[in-house]
């Protein structure tokens, strides 16, 4: 296996119709679908027009090396999605198709908040289900239909934990104290920035003492500024240096 040097991913916009109809008729991609059948442009566009208007879908293309390569798509019910992915014929079998579903899996439990991905295949797709096993999928079921799920990762859950355990103890406590003059040089940074890019309302996750906050609080408009810390040391004495600032104590992970 052939591995491509960079794969990302971007989301799909209406000029990728075209494209996407292409990839879909291709006569490989048709037997490894369950509907084999040929779809007519005017059909796919009408629904690849609803898709992109649709909040519980997603669609992204592939990018490898900075080309077009292919087509990711979640579909979206409560906090799991089903998960497909169809890769351009001259590109599969170089490992594009596993790092896309690396790539989708971590935009769908980093950013989207999902807990879990499904993907369906026909048993008699070996391909496919080879690409999404190297992707983290694990296979649930066979028959009648090949079944693989990929979950947020347990060790994913728990190292954010220890970071925020670490910050909340004694090393967020020496941190705090450390660098209570952080931020006294960076006024004129600000009021240049802000001059020219004006902001309504802004939130720092991990502002710890406000380094930032202080210069960013007289050009926003009071209740429009927050900032959040896992560290309650520093959000009591940043009460005190910014008493009319709003402040939580939270995490910055998304809900598992």
Not at 31 to 55: A, K
Not at 130 to 149: K, Y
Not at 196 to 224: D, M, T, Y
């Amino acid at each position: 296996m052939r591995l491509a040097s960079i794969v990302t991913l971007r989301p799909a916009v209406a000029e990728d119709c075209l494209t996407l109809w292409r990839w879909r008729n291709d006569p490989e991609t048709r037997r490894g679908s369950f509907d084999m059948g040929e779809v007519l442009l005017e059909t796919h566009t009408r629904w690849f027009e609803d898709s992109l208007s649709r909040g519980d879908r997603r669609i992204y293309i592939v990018r490898a090396n900075g080309v077009d390569v292919g087509m990711v798509r979640l579909d979206l019910k409560g906090r799991e999605a089903n998960v497909s992915i169809n890769v351009a014929r001259e590109w599969r079998g170089k490992g594009v198709g596993t790092e896309a579903l690396r790539a989708v899996a971590t935009e769908a439990f980093d950013r989207l908040g999902l807990v879990r991905l499904v993907a369906e295949v026909k048993p008699d797709n070996v391909a496919s289900r080879v690409v999404f096993e190297r992707a983290g999928f694990a296979l649930v079921e066979e028959r009648p239909v090949t079944s693989l799920v990929r979950e947020v990762g347990r060790e994913e859950v728990t190292s954010a934990r220890r970071l925020e355990e670490l910050w909340r103890g004694p090393f967020g406590l020496e941190y705090t104290d450390r660098n209570a003059g952080a931020g006294e040089k960076r006024e004129r940074f600000w009021r240049n920035l802000l001059s020219e890019f004006p902001v309504s309302s802004v939130l720092e996750v991990g502002c710890n003492l406000g380094a930032n906050l202080r210069w960013i609080q007289p050009h926003v408009l009071p209740g429009k500024i927050v900032g959040i810390d896992v560290n309650d040391y520093a959000l009591r004495r940043l009460k005190v240096a910014l008493p009319a600032l709003d402040r939580a104590l939270a995490g910055a992970r998304g809900p598992r």
